[in-house]
């Protein structure tokens, strides 16, 4: 198992788009709330500008969690898209400048649990700002602080002419702190992890990869796309596919309810299935989630 995700029995923290119960999702104040407040991880998703720039979304669309839709400079580029086989309507990174982004606030996705004290206050931040900031709070704390992005809907930007997995792969060697803390990269597309595997993985010992696992029923968007049906996410939680995860990845995430699920008739916790013990013996470390405080 790769040492930087060997937790040695310690419960490693991974701050999902930062300290996002508390600061807008994806902002430099999310991350850095989640530094101090003791996270071994940061966890920035990247999609990209029209100009090739890795910045930090969830999706491509900005709605949902900027107020792109209060700038009137730019209604007319409201528009529909396909994502990964889903219609959405909106605003999408991709249509903008990383400069013209740089013009939007963040909002909180959330109101209604979290309100919206933090709303119009941060940024969208570039990854190469959230590396910088990795960096300096590292030196600061004296404290190695690891961080894990996923890369975002990668079929969908090649399709557009981006590069996200080239473009992670320059800023891993514009930063030197990318070369030496625990750096992992997520994927629910497999392809990219394969790509970034041969050509990361056998210079750099610090980076592992991570095949993240959505619902039992649905296919990875690329292998979808490669009309290769055999390939879905229930088939990658067997035994079998987990072997296969293991030539490419070092680590698997998947949806803590499928490590411990909730028992149909009383809604109580039911006993633990035997994915996490199956990952181990393929020798994949296990990550779940998303562990929020609403969720308790």
Not at 139 to 163: C, F, M, V, Y
Not at 226 to 252: F, K, N
């Amino acid at each position: 198992m790769h040492p930087f995700v060997r937790a040695n029995g310690k419960v490693q923290v991974i701050a999902h788009r930062g300290a996002s119960a508390l600061r807008p999702e994806h902002t430099i104040a999310a991350y850095l709330k989640a530094i101090e407040d003791g996270a071994d991880f940061i966890e920035p998703d990247l999609v990209m500008s029209r100009d090739g720039v890795l910045v930090a979304r969830h999706e491509c669309e900005l709605s949902r969690s900027t107020d792109v839709a209060t700038h009137a400079a730019f209604a007319a580029r409201r528009t529909r898209k396909s994502i990964d086989g889903v219609d959405v309507e909106g605003w999408f990174c991709e249509d903008f400048s990383f400069d013209e982004l740089r013009s939007l606030r963040a909002r909180e996705p959330l109101p209604d649990l979290r309100g919206r004290a933090h709303d119009g206050l941060h940024a969208i931040p570039a990854f190469d700002e959230i590396v910088a900031l990795l960096d300096s709070e590292s030196q600061r704390l004296k404290r190695t602080i690891g961080i894990i992005p996923e890369l975002k809907n990668s079929t969908h930007h090649h399709a557009i002419g981006l590069d996200p997995e080239g473009a992670l792969a320059a800023a891993t060697r514009r930063h030197a702190v990318l070369r030496r803390v625990p750096f992992g990269i997520q994927s629910f597309e497999v392809a990219n992890l394969i790509a970034l595997h041969d050509a990361l993985c056998s210079s750099l010992d610090n980076i592992f990869l991570v095949q993240l696992i959505g619902e039992a029923s649905e296919q990875p968007f690329d292998r979808q796309v490669a009309g290769d049906a055999r390939h879905d996410y229930a088939g990658m939680s067997t035994p079998q596919g987990l072997a296969a995860i293991a030539r490419y990845a070092h680590a698997v995430a998947v949806q803590r309810r499928s490590i411990v699920p909730l028992d149909a008739v009383s809604g109580k916790l039911a006993a633990a299935t035997s994915l996490v013990a199956e990952a181990h013996a393929a020798g994949l470390a296990v990550q779940a989630w998303t562990v929020r405080p609403e969720n308790h």
